[in-house]
Every structure is written in C-alpha cells, then in structure tokens.
C-alpha cells in the first residue's frame, strides 16, 4: 500500500479549561496561603478531538466540514504541527504550507516584502528561491502598489491574499487551508479556486476546511466530517454533505420543537362592527409587523407545520410536500367564514396568499371544533427563511381570528438559486455546447 500524504489514527486532542479565581496579590502571600498550586490547576477539560481516524492519498483534495465547536481547526492545527496530540498520531508525509489563521506568522510592524521572505524561509525556501517567486507572488496577492507598507496598513483581504500567495507558491506537497477564503472578494476567490485545481492537477495534496458545502461538492475528492470531535462520515463529498445537512435540519426540528409557541394572550383583541373592519384591525396587512386581531368569535387554538406524511418539522426541503394543519374553535354556529394562509419570505416579501373564499370555497357550518389541513404538494421555494400567516375570518374579510407571521419555517436545498420561488424547469442544451452534471 502506497504512504498516504496524511493519515490519523485515533487522533486525540484535550484542552484545559480554567475559570476566573480570587488572584493572590504577591507570590509571598500566595506561598504563604498554600494557593498558589490549587490556583493554577484546571477547572475542567474538554476533547476537541476524540478518537479521529482517518486516510488521505497523495494527490487528494479533501474538504473538512461541521459545525462551529466541532474540532476542524483543532485538526488543521495538529496536520500543520502547531499543536501536538494528547494521544494518537497523525502522520503527515511531505513539505506542509498551511494558511490557517488570517495574518499568522505575519510581522505587523515590517513590509509585506520582508514578510513574504520571512514566510518563504519558515517554509524551507532558499532566499535565492524566493527572489525567484516573489514577482509572482506579489502578483497573484494583487499587491504591487503596498508590498513595502507595512502589513499591519493592510485590510484583512490583504492579509489573506498575501498569506495564500506565499503559501501556495512555494509549491508546498500539502496545502491546509481553513475558511481564511471568507474575507476575500468574488475574483480574488476564483484566482483561488483556480489554483487549488492547478494543485489537484499536478498531484498536491489540500486539507480544506470549510463551511462552504457548495465548494466541497465541486472542488474536493472526498469529505470528512467532524461532529464533537468524532468523525461522523468520510467518503464521497455529495454523501457526506447530504447526510449533514440532514442532520443539521433535524437539528433545527428540535430546536423549534422545544422553542415556545408565541404568546398572543396580551394582544389587544378588536371589537367587529357589522358594518365593516374593526377599528383596530391594520388596513395593508403588508405593513404591520408580527401580531394577533380579530373577534375571537372563531379561534385558531392551535398550529403545526408537517410533512406530507403528517410528522412535525419546521424544515423542509426545497419541492417537497409541506402541510400546514390548524385548529379551530368556535363556541357557537358559524355559517360566514373563510379560513387563508399566506406566506413570507424573511424580508416581509408575501411569497403566496390564498383562502377557501378566493378558491370558491362556499361556507357551510362551522361549530366546535374543526381542523384544516393546507396540503402543498410541491414547496418550490428556494432555501432560506420563511413565515406563515393563518387566518379565519368573514368572506367580506372581516377577521376573526388572525396570526399575523407568528409561525416560522426554513426551506432547505442543495442549491444556491436566488429568489423566492424554485419553478419546476430543465435545460435543453444542442448544437455546440455540451455541459455535463446538468440536471
């Protein structure tokens, strides 16, 4: 079996936590009170990396993705040599160039020149091999005009195209990157881009740590993702990433599931006139923020957002079925009503509103109580945020009951579209273009 460029075997990674403690003023009065030594001791501990284990070929490119806390830089760290296990070992085979933290290793008080030939001998560079490289390296950083200001002038995408340009031109055998592509501008990135496949081309090996899901799925070999500190999946990028983001949107369920629903119980509630709106009611729905009106004569006593089988969610992927089920209340007949919905973007956008009346829906009874369920079979909405009107009120629109946005939902997609709605489309491309992965 060939010597990977980087592998983990059960990788660990501890760190000591300490808290605030009453300080000694003198080490005399420390040594004195016997606190010195309980003083410095450590609260607690925590694993960033837990048992970690894990193989990447020579010539790889893989992308490293969870969530915030889960122990990815921690690993960065440990493959650059920064840091060292508390147990286990990684193995790194080949000349390492790492850009992890935004301006590390970095001088603030000297020029970017001094600094690119500091950076290039801490990589392994000769001072004649950097003369060589140091035009094109202040070229690709887009420079010129600042390389002999100091860098502590320079914004934080300066830094970061300095700190790659060195790190990926003194051809390292492993590049580790991670997340310092953030701060960078839409062309700066693509010159990025373009060069981490110039290194899978010629053989490199990249360690990418990113949040960036899009750009694991086009640019890496294989992901691994980190949960806790434990590797969850390792493997093809399109698997990887479709089993985290399912795991991030049931995450996102119990999170709403435990939120409480909005309390209304102190809204003012509008008296009806039989001639026409409430005094109160709010005359453009589409200006008025969050809130509950309406007579009560009708109530909607409860809210749940479902999938097309009936389970509870709050997330949903992007043309899947959605279901929203009310429950209504009414302690007397009622024989005037109709019951609407509408939903909003996260901008106040109305995305689509609809009720019984406007589809020719003709009132019959309503008494006790009732349940409505709103199936929508397709939800061809693009990712992102999005919330929910409920109502039920008069045909002439007279309410009474309405929940002005109190319920929030989250369409989630693999796709970057912009917009509100995701219509059902394909594309049809003849004569001489031809484009593969087009779905």
């Not at 284990?53 to 040599?81: C, D, H, M």
């Not at 093809?236 to 399912?246: C, F, G, K, T």
């Not at 709010?282 to 509950?292: A, M, T």
């Not at 957002?305 to 992007?318: E, K, M, N």
Request: with cysteine.
């Amino acid at each position: 079996m060939s010597t990977p460029a980087i592998q983990a075997t059960d990788l660990r990674k501890v760190y000591r936590r300490y808290s605030r403690r009453r300080q000694f003023s003198t080490l005399k009065s420390a040594l004195l009170s016997g606190s010195l030594m309980r003083d410095l001791k450590p609260d607690d501990s925590f694993e960033a990396l837990k048992g970690v284990n894990f193989r990447v070929e020579k010539g790889r490119t893989l992308g490293v993705i969870g969530r915030n806390g889960s122990g990815k830089s921690t690993l960065l760290k440990l493959a650059a040599g920064i840091g060292k296990p508390s147990s286990g070992r990684i193995e790194v085979n080949g000349r390492v160039s790492a850009l992890i933290e935004l301006g590390a290793g970095f001088h603030p008080e000297i020029s970017g020149r001094e600094n690119v030939f500091i950076n290039g001998l801490m990589l392994g560079l000769s001072r004649k091999e950097i003369s060589r490289r140091f035009d094109d390296i202040v070229a690709f950083a887009e420079l010129e005009p600042f390389i002999d200001a100091p860098v502590k002038t320079y914004s934080s995408g300066m830094y970061m195209r300095l700190g790659f340009s060195v790190a990926t031109h003194v051809d390292p055998d492993i590049l580790l990157v991670d997340e310092v592509l953030a701060v960078g501008d839409e062309s700066f990135t693509h010159k990025c881009l373009s060069k981490f496949a110039d290194f899978r081309r010629r053989g490199k090996t990249t360690l990418l740590v990113t949040h960036s899901l899009d750009l694991v799925e086009r640019y890496c070999d294989e992901a691994l993702w980190l949960d806790e500190g434990r590797v969850r999946a390792h493997g093809d990028p399109r698997r990887v990433i479709d089993e985290y983001r399912l795991d991030v949107a049931r995450a996102e369920d119990a999170h709403h599931q435990q939120t409480p629903v909005p309390d209304t119980t102190d809204v003012v509630t509008a008296e009806t006139t039989p001639d026409g709106p409430a005094p109160d009611e709010p005359q453009d729905l589409f200006k008025v923020p969050e809130g509950r009106w309406g007579s009560r004569e009708v109530e909607i006593t409860a809210v749940q957002l479902c999938r097309g089988d009936g389970t509870p969610a709050h997330v949903f992927p992007s043309g899947e079925p959605m279901m929203i089920r009310m429950t209504l209340a009414s302690p007397r007949e009622v024989t005037d009503f109709a019951i609407g919905i509408g939903l909003f973007d996260d901008h106040g956008t109305c995305c689509y509103g609809t009720n019984t009346h406007i589809e020719g829906g003709t009132p019959d009874t309503l008494n006790g109580v009732a349940q409505v369920d709103f199936l929508i079979e397709r939800l061809d909405l693009v990712a992102g945020g999005y919330k929910l009107d409920v109502a039920v009120h008069r045909t002439d629109g007279v309410p009474y009951d309405y929940h002005r946005q109190l319920y929030t939902f989250r369409v989630s997609s693999g796709l970057a579209d912009v917009g509100i709605y995701r219509p059902a489309h394909r594309w049809h491309l003849s004569g001489g273009v031809r484009m593969t992965g087009l779905s």
